[in-house]
């Protein structure tokens, strides 16, 4: 059983680390820079910014801060919000999205004609007891 378990959570960790790093790179192949549309920033202004974003460091350091960030749950500052912290703004979300993904489940289950139940891909049916009359 801990075999299984720690075959899982290897599993898991794999999954997790290959997100995070294609997230990261697709991001970098987007064209384009958070700095973008900022027209009215002089050439100053945006290194200053990139400099603090670490925007300005190789794409290799880059890389390894941004898995280190995701091991500590540290997303940095909102972009769209102003000085609000990711992490914070995702916690604020993780209620009603565990509410509606609960709701959801419950729906489709209702709505099965068999009794069942959906774990991670594998629908587990239900032995329906005939009721002896």
């Not at 941004?66 to 604020?92: C, K, M, P, R």
Request: glycine share 6%; aromatic share 10%.
């Amino acid at each position: 059983m801990i075999k299984y378990l720690l075959k899982r959570l290897a599993i898991i960790i794999l999954t997790l680390v290959l997100i995070i790093s294609a997230t990261f790179f697709l991001m970098k192949l987007m064209p384009g820079s958070p700095l973008a549309n900022a027209e009215r920033l002089s050439e100053a202004q945006q290194k200053m910014i990139e400099a603090q974003y670490g925007l300005d460091k190789p794409i290799f350091i880059q890389y390894v801060t941004y898995l280190w960030d995701a091991l500590h749950f540290d997303f940095g500052v909102s972009f769209q919000f102003a000085n609000q912290e990711v992490s914070t703004l995702i916690a604020q979300r993780m209620g009603p999205s565990a509410q509606l993904g609960i709701c959801l489940l419950y729906t489709s289950d209702a709505a099965d004609e068999e009794d069942s139940v959906d774990l991670g891909g594998r629908r587990i049916y239900k032995k329906k007891q005939k009721q002896k009359n």
